[in-house]
C-alpha cells in the first residue's frame, strides 16, 4: 500500500524502483478527519509530512487567543522544517496545523531521509524544489496580505482556488482572507452585480474572467 502510495506521488514519482522502495520502508500512511490537529506551535517532531489528500491550514494564537491565519497547503504539498534536513540552521517557523476536510498524509522519518537524500542528487533536486515552490508560495500569500484590498483578495482566491472558495463555508473564507463575513458578502453581491461572478446553488460561477484577473493584477 505504502509502496503503491510512493510510486504515484508526484514528488517521487520519477524517482527509481530502488530508490522509492528504500524510502517506503521508513514511511507510513495517516489518516486525519476534519478538526484534528497535525502538530501544534513549538512541538518537537522528527517528521515530514506529504499531503496525499485533503488540506491544512496553518496558524498562531495572539496572546488574546485570537487565531490568526498564516497559510494553506493541500494535495501533493510537502510539510517539513527546514532544520530537520539541514546540518546547519537557516529558518525555523513555528505555527499549529490543523486539518481542515477529512485528510490523508504520507508520514516520512526526517532522520532517515535526511540520510537518503544526502547520497541521492536527483531526491536532493526534487526537495530543492518543493522548497523554492514553497517560497513562491509565501511570496504570493504576503503580496495578497500586504498590497491587496478586500475585493482583490476575493477575486484572487476565486481565480485560483475556486475549488476551496465553494468548499468553504463563507466564515471560515472571511477567516482565510483576515476580514469579516459581513465584507465578504458585500463584496461577492458587488462582484455579482458587475456579472462577473454569479451564484448557482451557493456555488461561486465566474462569468467574466478577465474582469476578474484584473481587479488583482
Given at each position: 500500500?505504502?509502496?503503491?502510495?510512493?510510486?504515484?506521488?508526484?514528488?517521487?514519482?520519477?524517482?527509481?524502483t530502488?530508490?522509492i522502495?528504500?524510502?517506503?520502508?521508513f514511511?507510513?500512511?495517516?489518516?486525519?478527519?476534519?478538526?484534528?490537529?497535525?502538530?501544534?506551535?513549538?512541538?518537537?517532531?522528527?517528521?515530514?509530512?506529504?499531503?496525499?489528500?485533503?488540506?491544512?491550514?496553518?496558524?498562531?494564537?495572539d496572546?488574546?487567543?485570537?487565531?490568526?491565519?498564516?497559510?494553506?497547503?493541500?494535495?501533493n504539498?510537502?510539510?517539513?522544517?527546514?532544520?530537520?534536513?539541514?546540518?546547519?540552521?537557516?529558518?525555523q517557523?513555528?505555527?499549529?496545523?490543523?486539518?481542515?476536510?477529512?485528510?490523508?498524509?504520507?508520514?516520512?522519518?526526517?532522520?532517515?531521509?535526511?540520510?537518503?537524500?544526502?547520497?541521492?542528487?536527483?531526491?536532493?533536486?526534487?526537495?530543492?524544489?518543493?522548497?523554492?515552490?514553497?517560497?513562491?508560495?509565501?511570496?504570493?500569500?504576503?503580496?495578497?496580505?500586504?498590497?491587496?484590498?478586500?475585493?482583490?483578495?476575493?477575486?484572487?482566491?476565486?481565480?485560483?482556488?475556486?475549488?476551496?472558495?465553494?468548499?468553504l463555508?463563507?466564515?471560515?473564507?472571511?477567516?482565510?482572507?483576515?476580514?469579516?463575513?459581513?465584507?465578504?458578502?458585500?463584496?461577492?453581491?458587488?462582484?455579482?452585480?458587475?456579472?462577473?461572478?454569479?451564484?448557482?446553488?451557493?456555488?461561486?460561477?465566474?462569468?467574466?474572467?478577465?474582469?476578474?484577473?484584473?481587479?488583482?493584477?
Amino acid at each position: 500500500m505504502v509502496l503503491e502510495t510512493l510510486q504515484e506521488a508526484p514528488l517521487l514519482n520519477s524517482l527509481s524502483t530502488e530508490l522509492i522502495e528504500e524510502i517506503s520502508l521508513f514511511c507510513k500512511i495517516k489518516k486525519f478527519a476534519k478538526n484534528e490537529v497535525l502538530f501544534y506551535e513549538n512541538d518537537e517532531i522528527e517528521t515530514i509530512y506529504y499531503i496525499l489528500k485533503g488540506s491544512v491550514k496553518f496558524y498562531k494564537v495572539d496572546r488574546f487567543d485570537n487565531e490568526i491565519f498564516l497559510y494553506k497547503l493541500s494535495k501533493n504539498s510537502l510539510i517539513f522544517d527546514l532544520s530537520k534536513l539541514c546540518d546547519e540552521f537557516i529558518l525555523q517557523c513555528f505555527a499549529n496545523a490543523e486539518f481542515i476536510e477529512d485528510s490523508e498524509v504520507l508520514a516520512i522519518d526526517a532522520k532517515k531521509f535526511k540520510t537518503l537524500m544526502g547520497k541521492n542528487q536527483k531526491l536532493m533536486q526534487r526537495i530543492m524544489r518543493e522548497s523554492f515552490l514553497m517560497i513562491q508560495h509565501m511570496q504570493c500569500i504576503i503580496s495578497r496580505d500586504i498590497v491587496f484590498d478586500g475585493t482583490a483578495k476575493v477575486a484572487h482566491m476565486i481565480d485560483n482556488d475556486i475549488e476551496d472558495f465553494n468548499m468553504l463555508k463563507k466564515h471560515e473564507i472571511a477567516y482565510m482572507l483576515h476580514m469579516q463575513p459581513e465584507t465578504l458578502s458585500r463584496i461577492l453581491k458587488k462582484l455579482t452585480r458587475n456579472n462577473i461572478i454569479k451564484i448557482e446553488n451557493n456555488q461561486v460561477v465566474v462569468q467574466d474572467a478577465k474582469e476578474l484577473k484584473d481587479i488583482y493584477n
